[in-house]
């Protein structure tokens, strides 16, 4: 079992910077996968970034050059030059031998 708690949401405007935390009960390094997902209303829950165990990164094209993820004990996501529509819940994943896990998400919302 695998617990994550996302925290770092809230209300921004557009241009404005969030940085999304992830703590897991687990090592970060231990996982297969972690990374970020989120999904808007009426949208289905979307990839945004993942680190895979080797340390290679995938992007959605849609944040690319303004989002980046990186980890430490912890599992960050760095939004700059947020636009109204990465208002989404910002989900914590993570693939470890024992299953796929998810965090409970938090809100991002910006404001235009």
């Known amino acids: 079992q695998v617990q994550l708690v996302e925290s770092g949401g809230g209300l921004v405007q557009a241009g404005g910077s969030l940085r999304l935390s992830c703590a897991a009960s687990?090592?970060?390094?231990?996982?297969?996968?972690v990374g970020w997902y989120r999904q808007a209303p009426g949208k289905q829950r979307e990839l945004v970034a993942r680190?895979?165990?080797?340390g290679s990164t995938n992007y959605a094209d849609s944040v690319k050059g303004r989002f980046t993820i990186s980890r430490d004990s912890v599992l960050y996501l760095q939004m700059n030059s947020l636009k109204p529509e990465d208002t989404a819940v910002y989900y914590c994943?993570?693939?470890?031998?024992?299953?796929?896990?998810w965090g409970q998400g938090t809100q991002v919302t910006v404001s235009s």
């Open positions: 994943y993570a693939a470890h031998w024992s299953g796929d896990y």
């Open positions: 687990r090592d970060i390094f231990s996982m297969r996968a």
């Open positions: 680190v895979i165990s080797g």
